[in-house]
């Protein structure tokens, strides 16, 4: 599919994020007004709560934008999010009638602020890159037990937080908590030494499910995707991991990218999880592509210094899609809400420039990789952590905004009373 063409100029730059061809759909507003939802295009934001009060768009019996969140319009099925992106394109298409009607609407993005654009119902975690179990696994437990036997037969997850899900450019405060390191003969309540990041995709589910459904039904529920960092301290979670997994570790932040690049967008990069080593029951198989090719990137910026690249990655190397991991989720008979957020497990690829954690680049601390003005083996205080993503299509680009977060000191001991 070629570039849409549209009258917003910026929006036809062969490197702009936000073409014609993605509409992503975020939540925004302006200095002293409230948040509301809108649509990235070109260098602005549309503001869709207003053409739907106004009847300009007209998705439903009842508004599904009046309110500053997605999740109405998630809900409301795939119809709806079909007939919206049809109709936002010809109001935004090169030679629009509606031009003249939308255009006082537009925002420029450089006088927004943006928000979350759902509200996160629930938030499960994966591990399902491959190349990341099996760095963190050689590490944790040697080579030849680095993937668990259950790996390669079903997508491992676990329960998160959705209350700790922060939008992109809130600031993180390093965590405290029980740590033990091999060189320490008792457990310490101390600020986490070993804090991390994990570049991943956030899955995000529309329509709501009661029952087992089937990896193309999972499929069909998916409204969109957005960048995540599941922000990982390491040394609280070596400690703790066993036998119930991540508890404390994960739970201080994830940080998402502040538009939902919704699926149709997405439909042009899809492509095919790799070969099964050993085959999937029947439930889990994919009855076609549902991976994306989206590269994805990390930048590590000091305090006060410049931007570092310390990983260049793909969404292709996962071994297991979101479809997949959606599927698994309901094979109990676990309901699935509308705002429920699926992390798709740490994103690393096959050479070491492509690991998305500290942990793997730095290989547990052993070898710090380099930095604007020194090296790291994990986050420091001051350090601004971004993630980015891009599909690259044929004369446009399909673009995520930035998923970013700096990293605050830790704050005095919570327990100790003056
Ligand atoms: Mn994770």
Redesign the pocket.
């Known amino acids: 599919m070629p570039l849409l063409r549209s009258w917003v100029d910026s929006a036809n730059a062969p490197d702009h994020p936000f073409p014609l061809n993605n509409l992503p759909c975020g939540v925004f507003s302006r200095p002293g007004d409230e948040p509301r939802c809108g649509v990235a295009i070109g260098d602005f934001v549309l503001d869709v709560a207003v053409l739907e009060d106004s009847g300009v768009l007209n998705l439903a019996d009842a508004p599904l934008l009046d309110v500053p969140f997605w999740n109405e319009v998630m809900e409301a099925g795939p119809q709806v999010w079909a007939a919206l992106r049809s109709r936002l394109m010809e109001l935004l298409g090169e030679g629009s009638v509606g031009r003249a009607t939308v255009e006082p609407h537009l925002v420029p993005l450089a006088e927004v602020a943006l928000h979350m654009p759902f509200l996160v119902s629930e938030y499960t975690?994966?591990?399902a890159g491959r190349h990341h179990a099996t760095n963190v696994g050689t590490m944790f437990r040697g080579a030849d037990n680095a993937l668990p036997p259950n790996w390669l037969h079903i997508p491992i997850g676990y329960n998160?937080r959705a209350s700790s899900v922060v939008v992109s450019g809130t600031p993180v405060r390093r965590p405290w908590g029980q740590v033990k390191g091999p060189e320490q003969a008792v457990p310490a309540f101390q600020p986490s030494r070993r804090f991390d990041i994990?570049l991943?995709l956030g899955a995000v589910v529309g329509t709501p499910s009661d029952g087992p459904v089937t990896v193309a039904e999972a499929d069909a529920m998916i409204f969109g995707y957005v960048l995540?960092n599941?922000w990982?301290a390491r040394d609280i979670q070596a400690w703790e991991y066993q036998p119930l997994g991540?508890f404390q570790a994960?739970a201080t932040a994830t940080t998402i990218s502040p538009w939902i690049v919704t699926r149709a967008a997405l439909e042009p990069f899809r492509c095919s999880t790799p070969p099964r080593e050993v085959p999937l029951l029947p439930h889990l198989q994919e009855p076609g592509p549902m991976l994306y090719d989206i590269a994805l990137e990390v930048g590590l910026t000091p305090e006060g210094g410049r931007e570092t690249v310390i990983a260049r990655t793909n969404y292709r190397e996962m071994y297991y899609s979101a479809a997949q991991q959606l599927a698994h989720h309901t094979t109990s008979g676990c309901p699935m809400n509308t705002g429920d957020l699926l992390?798709?497990?740490?994103i690393s690829g096959a050479t070491k420039e492509a690991r998305g954690s500290l942990l793997e680049l730095s290989w547990g601390g052993k070898e710090p990789i380099a930095v604007d003005g020194g090296s790291r083996s994990f986050i420091e205080d001051g350090d601004t952590l971004e993630l980015r993503g891009t599909c690259q299509g044929d004369g446009y680009v399909i673009g995520f905004g930035a998923c970013s977060g700096r990293v605050l000191p830790a704050l005095p001991d919570p327990y100790r009373r003056p």
Do not use: R
């Open positions: 975690d994966f591990y998160g994990e991943e995540l599941d990982s991540p994960k992390g798709s497990g740490t």
